[in-house]
């Protein structure tokens, strides 16, 4: 795993707060540049898709990568102490930490972070997977990691999946829990809520657009 990879693995960028750290947009990426080691070396951090880095050597502007082997001497370590101390800040201070496992879970979590700058809470020692979003202090979304058969009566599959539940109009729900990926509420109020699989048996689309809807039904 490369370096930039092992520091923002799990972590959402937020492009607002890389704009107020000093990375320069130009068009859809966004680059930083630092000189170190008395301005011999100067380390470039561009975002695009996710977080690439490299050193150039400024006496020869040549890119320099020892510093990523295996096996390396004293010199090229103080070089990548340098280069992992920047990633490391950056990642501080322009991203939200993202723990969930399921890719669309991971999507539907960067959604309502872009949409709302809502990061999810983690209320629970004895239950790290799970999470809310609130709104105001009220609840609009929970994150479970739940076995699929609590939620699904009919499965005999105790995998474990992630599901969000999410506030709906009371006379929407009898027609919603017919549809596949939603049913009862887990571990909530049923006659306001439903849990809706996050394993793409829903679309994204159709994931927040329910989401908006519970939001907005709070006040």
């Not at 680059?31 to 050193?55: A, M, P, Q, R, S």
């Not at 399921?102 to 972070?113: A, D, E, L, M, V």
């Not at 887990?186 to 809807?213: A, V």
Request: net charge positive.
């Amino acid at each position: 795993m490369e370096i930039e990879e092992e520091i923002f693995n799990n972590y959402l960028v937020d492009k607002d707060k890389l704009e107020e750290y000093g990375f320069k947009k130009v068009k859809e990426k966004y680059k930083f540049t630092k000189n170190i080691l008395d301005n011999n070396f100067e380390i470039i951090v561009e975002y695009e898709e996710k977080i690439k880095g490299k050193i150039i050597e400024l006496n020869f502007r040549e890119e320099f990568s020892n510093f990523r082997r295996e096996n390396i001497g004293a010199f090229n370590k103080k070089v990548k102490a340098e280069f992992i101390k920047l990633l490391i800040d950056i990642r501080e201070k322009c991203c939200e930490r993202d723990s969930f496992i399921f890719p669309q879970t991971k999507r539907i979590n960067k959604f309502i972070y872009a949409k709302y700058k809502i990061s999810p809470e983690f209320l629970w020692i004895n239950l790290p997977n799970y999470a809310v979003y609130r709104k105001n202090k009220k609840w609009f979304g929970i994150v479970a990691l739940v076995e699929k058969n609590i939620i699904d009566k009919d499965s005999f599959f105790t995998d474990k999946v992630e599901i969000i539940n999410v506030k709906v109009n009371p006379l929407k729900i009898n027609k919603l829990v017919k549809r596949k990926g939603i049913y009862e509420a887990f571990h909530m109020n049923k006659k306001n809520w439903i849990s809706i699989l996050l394993d793409n048996t829903l679309t994204d689309l159709e994931i927040q657009k329910l989401i908006k809807d519970s939001y907005d039904l709070l006040k």
